[in-house]
């Protein structure tokens, strides 16, 4: 049996468990391995007892002198005792060295040590007993002729023979056992070696896990390195022979050699396997309490406020109402007992026209007629005199005149030979257009669909390229454009802010465009009295709500939008279609207020199709178009007589409008029985009629008729006094061009308030996407809280490779594609709308004198809130669940950049795409870029394609960059970090750079969508 256990030991590296010889006597295994026997003293003359302690086991401890011998430490002869006795350990202070030449102990020098043998020489005699106690084990085994399992480097029973040295003896004697790593039975007489798994810890270390008995990491032998367990570190001081709880205050991930500190307000109870971060969930609890709580209080606010108006309105109903007790004047105050509106003023009866009963079939009298339509009543000899008009045309009249100082209100235009050739059109839309327009005069241009109507005022106003032809404002050659901030321009729909209120939407326009050196007060005063003469003063404070959500009704809408217009007392007005979609009362009501605003001297100009009769009537001037040519420019009252000239027949009692638009549409057989009719033989004539005209000195667009030279006198300004010559004029138009519009800087500024009061009102929309933001961060934390914030799992350092459970690349680059994928899902949508929604009210502003950069800044930074408190609840849920090993402050910062990237790659895509089509558009954009992270494919890879340029240019590698560096940084002691680093195609060590260049493309992105500002009408798709 000796034999087969000395076959045994020569065949295993090393095995000191196992007993290849019979002990004689006390024998046990020493700190470092060795065997140590008592034996009798091989001194020449002596029988004393002695220790001997050899290191190399394959040698006979009784037929060798060689090792260590130590005296022992009562002396005496007797060794025929049991194998464990310990009555007479060795004196371990004298290690003695067997001179065989003197046949005698000398003691053992330094010179003696070194030539002992690497395994004899670190014996110590000093008795570890759970070595020993696997030795007597493992001999009592042998003694009862069964297998030694307990002697055996591995436990796997079909293996017994075929462990795998990690480490050499020098190698373990210049490093020890790994970081991170438990050796406790490894010494240089018990190197670390490597056994072949049994099927269940197989299975384990190919999900990634230890194999745990008994809820212990353990070993596949004895001599085994064991990865130090979650929640324990084993310090690299001890060697590796203890492994200690991770102390309170402190978390220990697998592996751990040291314990992490935690953060700042972090919990860490004594054996943490990681951090719960609590500053992050009591500041997110506070920013909800916060905001709940604000919430709250305007809620009850406004309720208490709706209550007291309530009363109030109550109250003079009661005053008003006959039954009540009150004295009323009049159905007027019936109505507003039963509406609830309040009258303006107890003078005038009340003037929002369009809340009459839908079965009226009258108009009010003149005598009920109210703000602007009071010029309406008055002769131009009384509205001359300010005293005589009421106090809110006074009001408006004054604002004016201060903001034109005192120079003529409207503005006269004379265009010669105007055209318009798309470079995509074969044939030009606008051609040989010439006429006037007189300062103070209501002019209607109309024509048939694709007569060049809208092109003509575009191409007027400046705002087409590829023109031709020359214009002249106030006798001064040049481009309307130059003029935009005394001109104002009403597009057909009704462009305003929905969450804004009536008077906050005309009262920004007033503060942008109005003169920079008007004080608050005074700006304020002309926006009242602006909101007064459009009768708006009973829906002030009313929001003016979306076309499919209305809070004011269309015929109001459009007077915001004309509103608007006249906060900035322009001088002169173009409308687009200002009746489209309104009923023939509040088409009436509109156009009427258009006809008293020409009366007080602005210039207005609008684009109809086919007025009533009554609208038709009250029009100073007329250009009709066909073909993109005039068919006819002058007065109203000269066209149907112009038409008859030429042989068209006007029935009795029918609409002139209606058969105008016939005739000029080419539909005029039925007044026209013989000759020709068409579109061409109308232009031809006309400009035949134009040049007669002109030839014989008659001006244009008069008709050489003496009442109209007097209803021209009429149209005049009642507050202006006309320029001697054009240089003065053209100096008083450049003084008041220079004094219109506040500073960039206060633009900003009132845009700003604007943005945040527009996040304010869109409450929901901030609730849902906070909801999402915490939805998606739940779901993706709890998705990866099973794994206990092991995101990594790498490659062990040499020599443990082979100790390698499976290795987890995936999962640091997993984490930030979730991540991305979710930030895009959560911002995509959200981030496009902040552009989206609005960009046909930014073009009208700009082509009115906004700043485009003021708006683009302050739209920009009123999302950052919103984006921060989007991240912050993001982040902190994904923190709480998966905790990873990255610093909360690290992560936060990340996510928020890329939470930046995201609202700027949406701002670019809101600039290109229709509104309907943005949101979706841009969360599939913002899918791509997450997808482009890196992760699958890996970049790697993309580099083996040459493609990682593409990659690059996404903010999603960049993220995924910094989350990958920071999982698997920390365990550069333990795993072979870099070559996890080259397998995935990413860099470490990169932080800052990483982080900057995230800031750097989110601000790209908004320096593109900025430009695209410009640009994206042609681009949008």
């Known amino acids: 049996m000796a034999s087969d256990r000395i076959?045994?030991?020569?065949?295993?590296?090393?095995a000191p468990f196992l007993p290849v010889w019979d002990p004689l006597g006390p024998t046990f295994l020493d700190t470092e391995a060795c065997l140590c026997a008592l034996r009798t003293s091989p001194e020449q003359g002596s029988n004393s007892a002695a220790w001997q302690c050899i290191g190399n086991q394959t040698q006979n401890i009784y037929a060798v002198t060689s090792g260590k011998w130590f005296h022992t430490a009562n002396g005496g002869t007797n060794v025929n005792l049991s194998i464990n006795d310990a009555s007479n350990p060795p004196q371990t202070s004298r290690p003695l060295h067997f001179n065989a030449n003197a046949q005698a102990f000398t003691p053992l020098t330094q010179e003696r040590r070194s030539s002992m043998t690497i395994w004899d020489r670190h014996c110590t005699a000093e008795n570890k007993s759970t070595f020993s106690t696997a030795f007597y084990r493992s001999w009592r085994a042998y003694q009862r002729d069964e297998v030694p399992i307990d002697g055996f480097p591995c436990w796997r029973p079909d293996a017994l023979l075929l462990p795998v040295r990690l480490q050499s003896p020098e190698d373990w004697l210049k490093d020890g056992c790994r970081e991170g790593f438990l050796c406790a039975n490894n010494t240089v007489n018990s190197l670390p070696q490597y056994c072949p798994p049994l099927t269940q810890c197989q299975q384990a270390r190919l999900v990634g896990e230890a194999c745990v008995f008994e809820g212990r990491n353990v070993g596949m032998g004895p001599f085994e390195p064991i990865i130090c367990q979650p929640g324990w570190y084993c310090p690299k001081s001890s060697n590796g022979n203890v492994t200690l709880p991770c102390p309170a205050g402190s978390y220990c991930q697998p592996g751990a050699a040291t314990p992490t500190p935690c953060a700042f307000g972090s919990s860490c109870p004594e054996g943490s396997q990681n951090e719960l971060?609590?500053?992050?969930?009591?500041?997110?609890?506070?920013?909800?309490?916060?905001?709940?709580?604000?919430?709250?209080?305007?809620?009850?606010?406004?309720?208490?406020?709706?209550?007291s108006q309530e009363k109030?309105?109550?109250?003079?109903?009661?005053?008003?109402?006959?039954?009540?007790?009150?004295?009323?004047?009049?159905?007027?105050?019936?109505?507003?007992?039963?509406?609830?509106?309040?009258?303006?003023?107890?003078?005038?009866?009340?003037?929002d026209h369009e809340m009459m009963p839908l079965e009226a079939t009258y108009m009010p009298g003149r005598d009920g007629w109210t703000g602007f339509q009071a010029a309406l009543d008055d002769d131009i000899p009384a509205l001359r005199r300010a005293d005589t008009i009421n106090p809110q045309l006074k009001s408006f009249i004054e604002s004016m005149q201060k903001a034109t100082n005192a120079i003529d209100l409207g503005l006269s235009f004379t265009y010669d030979n105007l055209s318009f050739h798309p470079k995509s059109s074969p044939r030009p839309i606008l051609q040989n257009v010439t006429g006037s327009i007189h300062r103070g005069s209501l002019v209607a241009v109309m024509g048939?669909?694709?007569?060049?109507?809208?092109?003509?005022?575009?191409?007027?106003?400046?705002?087409?390229?590829?023109?031709?032809?020359?214009?002249?404002?106030?006798?001064?050659?040049?481009k309307i454009k130059r003029y935009k901030k005394i001109i104002g321009y009403v597009p057909q729909d009704d462009i305003v802010l929905p969450e804004l209120t009536v008077y906050e939407n005309i009262v920004h326009s007033a503060k942008v465009r109005l003169p920079s050196s008007w004080r608050d007060a005074e700006i304020e005063a002309h926006v009242d009295s602006v909101i007064d003469c459009l009768e708006l003063s009973h829906v002030r404070d009313s929001l003016v709500g979306s076309v499919g959500k209305p809070v004011i009704s269309g015929g109001q809408r459009k007077r915001v939008s004309i509103g608007m217009e006249l906060a900035a007392a322009p001088m002169a007005i173009f409308l687009d279609e200002p009746t489209s979609g309104l009923d023939a009362t509040a088409a009436s009501s509109i156009m009427r207020t258009l006809k008293a605003l020409a009366r007080l001297g602005i210039s207005v100009i609008v684009i109809i199709h086919q007025p009533r009769m009554e609208i038709f009537e009250i029009l100073d001037s007329l250009i009709l178009l066909g073909n993109g040519q005039t068919i006819y420019e002058g007065p109203e009252a000269d066209v149907q007589r112009y038409f008859e000239g030429i042989g068209f027949q006007f029935p009795p009692h029918v609409n002139p409008a209606d058969v105008v638009t016939d005739i000029i549409t080419g539909n005029g057989r039925t007044y026209k029985k013989i000759g020709d009719i068409s579109k061409d033989a109308l232009i031809s004539h006309w400009a035949a009629t134009r040049k007669a005209r002109t030839t014989f000195g008659v001006p244009e667009g008069q008709g050489g008729e003496d009442a109209d030279a007097e209803a021209d006198d009429d149209r005049r300004s009642p507050l202006s006094v006309t320029p001697s010559d054009t240089r003065s004029n053209r100096k008083s138009l450049r003084i008041i061009l220079r004094r219109r519009g506040a500073t960039r800087v206060n633009q900003i500024w009132l845009c700003l308030r604007r943005a945040m009061l527009q996040q304010y009102r869109l409450k929901s929309a901030f609730f849902f996407e906070m909801g999402l933001a915490a939805l998606a961060g739940f779901l993706l934390g709890l998705a990866q809280q099973p794994r206990g914030g092991v995101l990594f799992t790498g490659f062990y350092l040499p020599p443990y490779q082979d100790l390698s459970l499976s290795v987890n690349l995936g999962g640091a680059s997993q984490l930030p594609l979730l991540k991305a994928i979710a930030i895009g899902l959560i911002c995509g949508a959200p981030g496009v709308k902040v552009f989206s929604e609005e960009m046909l009210l930014q073009r009208r502003e700009a082509e009115a004198g906004h700043s485009r950069l003021a708006y683009f800044l302050a739209k920009t930074i009123s999302v950052l809130p919103r984006l921060l408190l989007g991240c912050l609840h993001f982040t902190t849920l994904v923190f709480i669940l998966a905790r990873p090993v990255i610093p909360w402050g690290i992560g936060l910062a990340t996510n928020l950049l890329y939470f930046y990237s995201i609202y700027g790659l949406a701002s670019c895509v809101s600039m290109v795409v229709r509104r309907e089509d943005a949101p979706l558009m841009s969360t599939m954009t913002s899918l791509v870029v997450g997808l482009l992270s890196g992760a699958a494919p890996s970049l790697a890879s993309v580099k083996r394609w040459r493609l990682e340029w593409l990659w690059r240019a996404s903010p999603g590698v960049w993220f995924a960059e910094i989350y990958f560096s920071q999982l698997v940084e920390p365990f550069a002691y333990l795993y072979n970090v870099e070559w996890a680093a080259a397998v995935m195609g990413y860099s470490l060590g990169n932080l800052t750079m990483n982080m900057l260049v995230l800031l750097a493309i989110g601000t790209a992105y908004r320096l593109i969508a900025f430009a695209l500002l410009f640009v994206g009408k042609r681009m949008r798709v």
Do not use: C
């Open 312 to 351: 109030t309105s109550s109250s003079e109903r009661a005053l008003h109402v006959p039954f009540l007790g009150g004295k009323p004047k009049g159905m007027s105050d019936v109505k507003a007992a039963i509406t609830g509106y309040r009258q303006i003023d107890d003078e005038n009866e009340d003037g």
């Open 448 to 478: 048939g669909s694709g007569a060049g109507k809208s092109t003509f005022v575009n191409v007027l106003m400046g705002k087409t390229t590829n023109t031709g032809g020359s214009v002249t404002v106030n006798d001064i050659p040049g």
């Open 7 to 14: 076959q045994q030991r020569v065949l295993l590296p090393q």
């Open 277 to 307: 971060f609590l500053i992050p969930i009591a500041l997110l609890g506070l920013i909800d309490l916060i905001v709940l709580v604000a919430l709250l209080f305007f809620f009850f606010r406004k309720r208490s406020k709706k209550k």
